[in-house]
């Protein structure tokens, strides 16, 4: 079956403008979380969705948002694109809420390079 | 909170020697421990889980992990490294948050090395 599909791959965007990022998840998950990969800060919890209703997030500013559609799709907003926001962001998709005794799937990731 | 941290940024072993990579959690409650690997400009592939059944853990390519609650820790071995296990490693722990909804609280990962 079809993995966790994110796109785009890469993408570089300007200071102060927004951007959107995709994620598809296998087929019959509707659990979709979203973390973030920076050299220095790791692998960071940005929100979990489950059933188009965010379950949880992490510690990132407003202007970090995201949701879930009926067929749990999920996309992830950043407005006001800061430096410090290029970054691997990665999707992972689950059966149920992450961790509990369920296996998160993970995308491949989109490269976000802000300039 | 819970947390992980996992000792040694880089480990580097020779093509068939034992690979030990340590992974420490804190956690007031029975923990779910994960280790996951990623490869270059992909994503993060899950090798184990531990879930409070055997402490024990055998993962995929050979890999396993014992968690020892005394310790608090979930080390992950293989017996003999490969060319193609040279990677960065990440042991998580699940965050049961009050509301029952968890999410993976990540090491900062350890860089795996397999000189030939």
């Not at chain 1, 995308?107 to 300039?115: A, C, F, I, S």
């Not at chain 2, 040694?8 to 923990?31: F, K, M, Q």
């Not at chain 2, 490869?39 to 889980?49: A, E, F, M, T």
Request: aromatic fraction near 12%; charged fraction near 15%.
């Amino acid at each position: 079956k079809a993995g966790v599909t994110q796109t785009p791959r890469y993408l570089i965007k300007t200071r102060g403008q927004q951007v959107t990022l995709s994620c598809s998840p296998i087929s019959g998950h509707r659990s979709v979380s979203w973390y973030q990969q920076t050299p220095g800060q790791g692998l960071q919890f940005l929100f979990e969705y489950f059933s188009e209703t965010q379950r949880n997030k992490g510690n990132f500013p407003g202007r970090f948002s995201g949701r879930q559609f009926s067929n749990s799709r999920s996309e992830m907003n950043v407005s006001t694109l800061e430096l410090g926001d290029s970054a691997l962001y990665l999707c992972a998709s689950s059966l149920g809420l992450t961790g509990m005794n369920t296996e998160a799937f993970f995308g491949q990731g989109t490269r976000l390079t802000v300039v | 909170a819970q947390s992980v941290t996992q000792l040694g940024s880089h480990v580097s072993v020779s093509e068939g020697a034992l690979v030990l990579l340590r992974c420490n959690y804190s956690s007031s409650v029975p923990p779910y421990l994960f280790w996951y690997v990623q490869y270059p400009n992909q994503g993060l592939q899950l090798l184990l889980k531990y879930t409070s059944a055997a402490t024990l853990v055998k993962g995929i390519n050979g890999f396993e992990a014992e968690f020892k609650k005394s310790e608090t820790s979930f080390h992950l071995t293989k017996p003999s490294a490969h060319m193609s296990d040279a990677a960065e490693y990440f042991c998580a722990v699940s965050d049961i948050g009050s509301s029952n909804t968890g999410k993976l609280i990540f090491g900062q990962g350890t860089t795996l090395q397999v000189k030939p």
